[in-house]
Structure formats: structure tokens, C-alpha cells
């Protein structure tokens, strides 16, 4: 099996479009943090943290190339990294760049990208540079909401029924729906309704729609 190359994918076009690096890099980080704001209160000893949002991972890393052997000029390469900096005419930005190496896939635009020249031809050009390249990460606003796990806070919801709900769950005459939450209990007669609530008060917890006590 031969050596896995990284790539650098334009996959703001259809289809994408590969490039691939001279040499693999030696090595590469990715930044991660979160954003919390500090509310300041007097007296205490430090700020308390509220949590904002999650922020945009990035990713560094250092590619070699090398033209001293004729296989690739330098500034072919070159001109192939500056395309994920540089404002595409149709799409009025720079592209949307996917790193992928191993099991590595890292999306994002690149925000960097740094140059060093460390060999020249007799002509004066280049053979020889260290480009830095960095990307942010980057997921669209549609990708975000549709990955978005929402789930309610760490709290317990305890609801007490009334006595008149907690007598319908054990009597045979029971009503014709248990509603939700707002919803109106409807009763098959106002003799089955009268004997689940004392006179002159309503079921506050179902709503039940019975007659109130005319006595």
C-alpha cells in the first residue's frame, strides 16, 4: 500500500476540485475553545462565566515544497494554495477548503497563509518554500441547526393533580377525553360531572367544562 497523500479540496465547486501537497506535513494542530462572558459583581472574588457560543476551530500546519528535483515547479504549487486566499469571481469569496489526510476532515476558509523562500535557481527563482497555512473552521447556518441537539435544561417537572382528576383515573364513569394542557374536559352528563367536583368549583387542573352550582 503506498503513502497517503493530503489534499486540499475546493468544495465550493461542483464537483470539488483536489490539490495535492508536494509532502505530507510532519505535523499540524487544531485550536479549540468556547466563548463565556464575565458579569461582573461587586464583592465576589471572581467574575461569574456565562456561556455565549462555541467557537470556530482552527487549523495550522507547515507544507515543504520542493522543486530541486524538476518533478513539480515551486510556483505551480504556489499558485494552486493561493487560490483557497484569494476571492473566486463567481462566488464573490474565497472558496470553502477541505483538508483531508487519514482520517483527519477539516473544513473551513483559509485565514492565512505565509510564505518563506529558503532556495533559488541561477535565475533568480524559486525552488525551495514553507507555506503556513491556516484554516478556520467553517459549517453552514442550515448544517448547524440541522446537527443542532436540543434537549430541555436539568430540570424535574413535577405536576399534582387535583382530586377531582385523581377520582377519574379511578372510577368507572370516566369522561369522554383526557385532554392536554389547555385543552377542555368534556363530561357525559352534568349528573357524572357534579359527582367528580364539589358544588360551585371547577376542576382547575383538567378545566372541566361543568356546570357550576346554582344553589
Not at 491556516?134 to 446537527?147: F, G, H, M, N, P
Not at 443542532?148 to 370516566?174: E, G, L, Q
Request: proline content about 7%; aromatic content about 8%; overall charge positive.
Amino acid at each position: 500500500m503506498g503513502l497517503a497523500k493530503a489534499k486540499l479540496w475546493n468544495v465550493s465547486v461542483n464537483p470539488p476540485v483536489a490539490t495535492e501537497v508536494m509532502f505530507n506535513p510532519t505535523d499540524y494542530g487544531i485550536d479549540r475553545g468556547a466563548n463565556y462572558a464575565e458579569l461582573d459583581v461587586p464583592g465576589l472574588k471572581t467574575p461569574i462565566l456565562q456561556f455565549v457560543r462555541g467557537e470556530a476551530q482552527t487549523l495550522s500546519l507547515s507544507l515543504f515544497l520542493d522543486g530541486s528535483d524538476a518533478r513539480r515547479p515551486v510556483k505551480e504549487a504556489l499558485t494552486a494554495l493561493r487560490k483557497f486566499i484569494s476571492i473566486d469571481g463567481e462566488l464573490h469569496t474565497p472558496p470553502v477548503c477541505l483538508f483531508e489526510w487519514g482520517d483527519v476532515r477539516f473544513q473551513g476558509v483559509a485565514t492565512s497563509l505565509k510564505e518563506k523562500f529558503s532556495l533559488f535557481d541561477s535565475d533568480g527563482n524559486v525552488v525551495r518554500a514553507t507555506v503556513t497555512l491556516t484554516l478556520k473552521s467553517y459549517e453552514a447556518v442550515e448544517v448547524q441547526i440541522r446537527d443542532m441537539k436540543r434537549s430541555s435544561p436539568d430540570r424535574t417537572r413535577v405536576r399534582t393533580p387535583c382530586a377531582t382528576a385523581r377520582r377519574w383515573r379511578n372510577s368507572p364513569m370516566k369522561p369522554t377525553a383526557i385532554p392536554g394542557c389547555g385543552a377542555r374536559l368534556r363530561h357525559r352528563t352534568a349528573s357524572t360531572a357534579r359527582a367528580f367536583s364539589p358544588p360551585g368549583k371547577r376542576c382547575g387542573f383538567l378545566q372541566c367544562k361543568q356546570p357550576k352550582d346554582r344553589r
